[in-house]
DNA sequence: CAACCTGATGGGAACGCTCCCACCTTCGAG
DNA sequence: CTCGAAGGTGGGAGCGTTCCCATCAGGTTG
């Protein structure tokens, strides 16, 4: 097998008879090459099916023209929940277009954390995307601390310093509050995400700010905290359950949580939407297929992708701009357990 | 800001007074040196937080230190298949210790084909990983041809000659059918996945043996294609019940098809399971929130991943090894559907 | 005591590209 | 007719590594 190694700038240069200059120029679309010599070299760069070192370009133009998801998530969640899924895809849009690849980091342990640490300081991608990050995650930090491109899905808090995109989760709790309101509900209970997140934190609050508005009990007894999983959203509907045996309508801040829900609601007897309504959050592929159908309140999440996307790569052309963030709608979607 | 460069081999090398090699030798664990000298580099390292470069490192070694993971797949798919998600996971899993980066490459139609096609030419990876493989999908012999170690998960067809990893889907269907058939149920339909996918092949093939081995009727009418959407499920559902009313169970192959067939079987008024039994596959999300719960097969989709990801590094490791292929157990879940 | 190995070390070259700069045209302005 | 600007071009240097070799000290062998 006369393997022969790739053609390189070199080679090609040869046949088109230039010089390596002027190939590299063609390659990068520079306007200061004759019509002649540009026809030359592409030919032999069709003749000999060069293919330029991606490697070599990056060590001298130091851009590595690849960006990183993290996604910083016990490994439990990635699989339960569609979200994830929804962002990848939104990611891979928003990179269609251009040649930027796409480097997909999960974060499970502490081991794993400090390669990715190392892996960021040796600035072996151009940016990083930041999903689902807790109030007290140190990789924003480090990434700000390296000056390196950072968007994040979500905030951290409602003073979130960095490049961010989030969907207005107090907003949309909010509608599902009402719409359990006016469907004439009287004790709404909330099942909440884990309480360092801000997305838990603002449908909480989301939640509050209905029942204020419409001047009910908003108290404690009425929210039970979980963790995004549906066993968790199972044993919130239990401890609910008991506190307040009268209650006829729970919002859950997930729709896996939601399903949790259904399932201790069923087991105990309770008819949905009869007896306790339950109203959902992400309207993810879970939402459609419970028992009843789940209304729930739909974020864009493959939106949130693409926009983190937009901005990242934007940021990577032009560092150091403004602050950028956009706030994306939510909308109730009404099935039957309501 | 004195944002002085970062530390390169020949800043440590200075500082620990030896030289460059030196210094390499260190950090490619090489035994040929000295106590002191190690010591001397390491406390050198430590204290100018030194990463070495891996795209130098690359250039030379023309290693990249990273494997592709390839989902060739209308856009449809990713959001609704937890599949995908899995096998990510156990992707994941399988590269957890090495220092080797998981790239994913969403290819949906054409132009990023052509786009991978480049990218894979230039070896910007050590590797692929090939998922949801078509019969008569290019990729897989561009990349023999390439000579770039690859995995499949899945196969083309039963006489694949790529490494590979996939689950026992004729056996899986086969169990799934006979269980039909031991409660009691005579006329058994199938609704199939796309034909130009092994997969879909095989699970007919499951189907068409349990049923032989009892003796009872395969036939074409019995058979309704669809492409894996619940929409297609549903579609398929009609159709069967169409050609064969009297009709008391069906084997879906896949589990979103099945959430698909139960929802047109309950527009239809036929109750799950008296008066229509149904079985998917996959164990994936869905069934255990389908409206009754879905008894389905269950296939070890993290488990694959993690697989395919294991033989693609051993095939890195030492290429040209005689084909390695895996086959992975599945198992009946036996819920309310049945 | 000469010849030889063996362990430890460092410098040069190479990997394939981009960028800086010097050069050579050609052309219009003064 | 001379000069300078501007378009087009190519060679050298450098990016940060690894690898090949040459070197050197110290010990072992005949």
Redesign the interface.
Known sequence: MG?TR?PTIKTVAARAGVGRTTVSRVLNGSTLVSDEARAAVQTAIAEL?Y??????R??VTSR?D?IA?VIPES?SR???E?Y???V??GV?NGL?GT?I??????V?DQ??MD?LT??L????VDGVLLVSVHRDDPLPGLLEKL?LPTVLAGRRSPAEPLHHVHSDNIGGARDAVRHLIERGRGEIATITGPPDMDVADSRLRGWRKALGEAGREAGGELVAPADFTEEGGRLAMRELLERRPGLDAVFAASDVMA?GALAELRRRGRRVPDDVAVVGFDDS??AR????PLTTVRQPV?EIGRSITDLLLREIGEPGGARRHLLLPTSLVVRDST
């Open positions: 393997a790739r099916g293919v330029p070192s991606s490697v070599a990056s060590l590595t690849s998801l490994e990635l699989g339960s569609p994830f899924s929804a990848i895809r891979s269609a040649q690849q796409l480097l997909l980091t999960l499970r081991r794993e390669q190392r892996f300081t040796a600035r072996r000056g399903a592929i879970v297929h419970t028992d009843p493959e």
